[in-house]
Nanobody
Framework: QVQVVESGGGLVQAGGSLRLSCAASGGIFSINTMDWYCQGPGSQRELVAG???????NYADSVKGRFTISRDNAKNTVYLQMNSLKPEDTAVYYCNAKGSRYYVHSWRPFDSWGQGTQVTVSS
């Protein structure tokens, strides 16, 4: 099983910054994409930012220019630098990793989620 663990959430005032980290581990052969999602109270989970193994990125319109996603392939880790935070950014942030994991003498695809980290932005 591939484990995904997020860290770095917390309480910050509007205009402040936070850096989220997400590390994947457990028999990983390769990771194709690592994405950050958020889910606010009473809302559906939605994509915030994503990055491929080659470094291509995509962002939700609401965070463009404020959030930056980056990745350390050697550490199977993805980061989300969140600047100019707004109260509407308040949510639980989840990390998702998709790739391939070792299985016996071959490999299998995996699609793993972390447990989430709370980000709260006060006005």
């Amino acid at each position: 099983q591939v484990q995904v663990v997020e860290s770095g959430g917390g309480l910050v005032q509007a205009g402040g910054s936070l850096r989220l980290s997400c590390a994947a581990s457990g028999g990983i052969f390769s990771i194709n994409t690592m994405d950050w999602y958020c889910q606010g109270p009473g809302s559906q989970r939605e994509l915030v930012a994503g990055i491929t193994s080659s470094g291509s990125t995509n962002y939700a319109d609401s965070v463009k220019g404020r959030f930056t996603i980056s990745r350390d392939n050697a550490k199977n880790t993805v980061y989300l630098q969140m600047n100019s935070l707004k109260p509407e950014d308040t949510a639980v942030y989840y990390c998702n990793a998709k790739g391939s994991r070792y299985y016996v003498h071959s490999w299998r695809p995996f699609d793993s989620w972390g447990q989430g980290t709370q980000v709260t932005v006060s006005s």
